[in-house]
């Protein structure tokens, strides 16, 4: 026996397995390790606490329990000449300083970039082309190019003047229920368009079993004072409130959403309600 040649072939097979392992657990991150689930009895419980509070369920709620971290990100450092060049890529628009953004105007165009990288454009366009729906925003949005396979669809509303669609980033599919590009499409044929997005950096490093969604709906039913009582989301994702800082460190949550447009969130770490 060539004992070189199956030494070589050992070395080879355990490099082969280390590499094999590791993609493994790139594509599932240590933060985001199962924890337990919830019981059939479990769920029951959580489905009849909304019916007797009143509520009507549209979605399934969530049976795992998962253990996660906090996950760090940061805002976007894009040059102002990207959204000009999104919005107005056929010509030339001069953004102006006006207070803590630059803004610009073509006919009845308008774009906003603020310091911290929000940005709002508004279009007045023909009203008997209006189209208040979906695939109008989904339209709109691939003509810009802003419908990456990061973003994906996430709650509409309605109102007197028109709908809006929402769409939010997500990472490692977790939905980051901070972030939007939201759509305002108008009765008379106005368009609007807010984005906020930000940068994943990536997981921190130590892992905590976040709380049940059958907790958060036990939370959610003594807190929530919604006028939609249609529960379409019941979902974990990410959140922050808003601050003025490049660099934020965001939460675990549970968000449930109506079909109002309405949101609830709950911190999945500590239980507690989060402020909007």
Same mark, same amino acid.
């Given at each position: 026996?060539?004992?070189?040649?199956?030494?070589?072939?050992?070395?080879?097979?355990?490099?082969?397995?280390?590499? =094999?392992?590791?993609?493994? !657990?790139? !594509? @599932?991150?240590?933060?985001?390790?199962?924890?337990?689930?919830?019981?059939?009895?479990?769920? #029951?419980?959580?489905?009849?606490?909304?019916?007797?509070?009143? =509520?009507?369920?549209?979605?399934?709620?969530?049976?795992?329990?998962?253990?996660?971290?906090? !996950?760090?990100?940061?805002?976007?450092?894009? %040059?102002?000449?990207? $959204?000009? @060049?999104?919005?107005?890529?056929?010509? +030339?628009?001069?953004?102006?300083?006006?207070?803590?953004?630059? *803004?610009?105007?073509?006919?009845?165009?308008?774009?906003?970039?603020?310091?911290?990288?929000?940005?709002?454009?508004?279009?007045?366009?023909?009203?008997?082309?209006?189209?208040?729906?979906?695939?109008? *925003?989904?339209?709109? !949005?691939? @003509? $810009? %190019?802003?419908?990456?396979? +990061?973003?994906?669809? %996430?709650?509409?509303?309605?109102?007197?003047? &028109? /709908?809006?669609?929402?769409?939010?980033?997500?990472?490692?599919?977790?939905?980051?229920?901070?972030?939007?590009?939201?759509? =305002?499409?108008?009765?008379?044929?106005?368009?609007?368009?807010?984005?906020?997005?930000?940068?994943?950096? &990536?997981?921190?490093?130590?892992?905590?079993?976040?709380?049940? #969604?059958?907790?958060?709906?036990?939370?959610?039913?003594?807190?929530?004072?919604?006028?939609?009582?249609?529960?379409?989301?019941?979902?974990?994702?990410?959140? /922050?409130?808003?601050?003025?800082?490049?660099?934020?460190?965001?939460?675990?949550? $549970?968000?449930?959403?109506?079909?109002?447009?309405?949101?609830?969130?709950?911190?999945?770490?500590?239980?507690?309600? +989060?402020?909007?």
């Amino acid at each position: 026996m060539d004992l070189s040649r199956v030494k070589t072939i050992l070395i080879c097979f355990f490099l082969c397995l280390n590499l =094999f392992l590791g993609y493994k !657990l790139w !594509l @599932n991150p240590q933060s985001l390790r199962q924890g337990s689930m919830l019981s059939r009895e479990e769920i #029951a419980l959580a489905e009849n606490l909304l019916v007797e509070n009143g =509520f009507e369920l549209l979605t399934t709620i969530p049976k795992q329990i998962p253990q996660l971290a906090l !996950l760090h990100v940061s805002r976007p450092q894009e %040059d102002v000449s990207f $959204w000009v @060049n999104t919005f107005f890529p056929d010509s +030339e628009v001069a953004m102006m300083p006006a207070g803590r953004k630059l *803004a610009g105007w073509r006919g009845n165009e308008y774009l906003e970039v603020t310091e911290d990288g929000r940005v709002c454009y508004r279009n007045v366009m023909d009203p008997e082309t209006a189209e208040l729906s979906w695939a109008q *925003a989904e339209r709109l !949005l691939r @003509n $810009w %190019d802003l419908l990456t396979g +990061e973003i994906k669809m %996430d709650l509409a509303r309605t109102t007197e003047t &028109g /709908s809006y669609f929402r769409y939010v980033q997500t990472y490692q599919g977790f939905p980051l229920f901070f972030t939007y590009i939201e759509v =305002f499409l108008a009765e008379n044929g106005a368009v609007e368009v807010q984005i906020d997005r930000v940068t994943p950096q &990536g997981f921190g490093d130590r892992l905590v079993t976040v709380v049940s #969604a059958l907790s958060a709906l036990e939370t959610f039913v003594e807190e929530a004072d919604f006028t939609n009582k249609k529960i379409v989301d019941i979902s974990l994702g990410y959140y /922050s409130g808003t601050y003025d800082a490049s660099r934020l460190e965001t939460a675990p949550v $549970w968000r449930i959403a109506a079909a109002g447009g309405e949101t609830f969130y709950i911190n999945a770490f500590t239980g507690e309600v +989060e402020p909007k």
